[in-house]
């Protein structure tokens, strides 16, 4: 039996093209099993732990591209041993990967170390452009989300932190915070 993973890291993008090339490829629209979250750690990720626990010896399991089930060479290694152990082969439509030969496994290695690195990449970029607006004056952060002058006065005039929190949709916690 074959079955498809499709993933996206924020709630944001869309799934549809994976879907689609999934389909193409012959898997049933019931065989395929999506989510939106990052691809950077297996926590988290029902729909690809599901799928892992459901596989039998003999399946196929089928992805897009090899970043699509992990960004993380131990993550990749770690679902490409349980794969092997229960019997199951993977696949990608955009790849030439098939980890029944070596060539395959050596190849599917390679792609897991660039996208392991292309997500390395990307958080070293976001920390130098932040520590470079920082430097500029222009990072100044997220911005406050619970106004602290608001919490004051409303426990100044009487009313308690449930009820405060209540009234300004917050945690009981946030407004302990700022009276502390």
């Known amino acids: ?21 999934l ?29 892992l626990s459901f596989l039998r010896e003999g399946d196929e399991l089928v992805i897009t591209r090899i970043d699509r089930l992990a960004r993380s060479m131990i ?30 496994k050596c190849f599917f290695d390679m792609l897991g170390v660039f996208a392991e690195f292309e997500t390395n990449l990307r958080r070293e970029r976001q920390m130098e452009g932040i520590a470079k607006a920082k ?24 009313m308690g932190a449930t009820k405060i929190a209540k009234e300004l949709r917050i945690g009981r916690a946030s407004v302990y915070r700022y009276l502390n």
């Open 135 to 158: 430097a500029e004056g222009k990072y100044k952060g997220r911005k406050q989300s619970v106004d602290g002058d608001r919490v004051r006065e409303l426990y100044e005039s009487g």
């Open 75 to 104: 993550d990749l290694q770690q679902i490409a041993s349980t794969l092997k152990l229960k019997g199951v082969s993977l696949k990608a439509t955009e790849q030439a990967v098939d980890t029944s030969s070596s060539a395959g």
């Open 1 to 21: 039996m074959k079955y498809g993973y499709a993933r996206v890291s924020t709630k944001e993008q869309d799934l549809s093209v994976q879907i689609d090339a």
């Open 23 to 51: 389909k193409a490829y012959g898997l049933a629209e019931d065989c395929i099993r999506s989510e939106k979250v990052s691809g950077t750690s297996t926590k988290g990720r029902d729909e690809l732990n599901t799928l």
